[in-house]
């Protein structure tokens, strides 16, 4: 069993920064592929991005690349995700979620942390 737990979140100006945090334990965290998504109120979930086992690739969703960075530190059990010059859209609920192996991003991966809130206000 993958425990995972974000942290990070919080309230931030339109153009700001953030990074949140997902720490991961219970398996080898190298063997992790993780992804980031993310549920607006009234909305889906919607993926962000993610970072692969291994050699690490990453790949975004378009409403994020550019913004946001995506990026793994197996020494710490723990992925990040910088996100900069946040817009009022991108408020939200943000998920981290591990699937072993993977090398795509995961459409519904198998283990999921709690979520930590981001708001981008005007």
């Known amino acids: 069993q993958v425990q995972l737990v974000e942290s990070g979140g919080g309230l931030v100006q339109a153009g700001g920064s953030l990074r949140l945090s997902c720490a991961a334990s219970?398996?080898?965290?190298?063997?992790?592929?993780i992804n980031w998504f993310r549920q607006a109120p009234g909305k889906e979930r919607v993926y962000v991005a993610a970072?692969?086992?291994?050699?690490?690739?990453?790949y975004y969703a378009d409403s994020v690349k550019g913004r946001f960075t995506i990026s793994r530190d197996n020494g710490k059990n723990t992925v990040y995700l910088q996100m900069n010059s946040l817009k009022p859209e991108d408020t939200a609920v943000y998920y981290c979620?591990?699937?072993?192996?993977?090398?795509?991003?995961?459409?519904?991966?198998?283990?999921w942390g709690q979520g930590t809130q981001v708001t981008v206000s005007s």
């Open positions: 979620a591990a699937e072993p192996f993977a090398t795509m991003p995961s459409r519904e991966p198998r283990y």
């Open positions: 219970g398996r080898t965290f190298s063997t992790l592929s």
């Open positions: 970072i692969t086992w291994g050699g690490g690739r990453t």
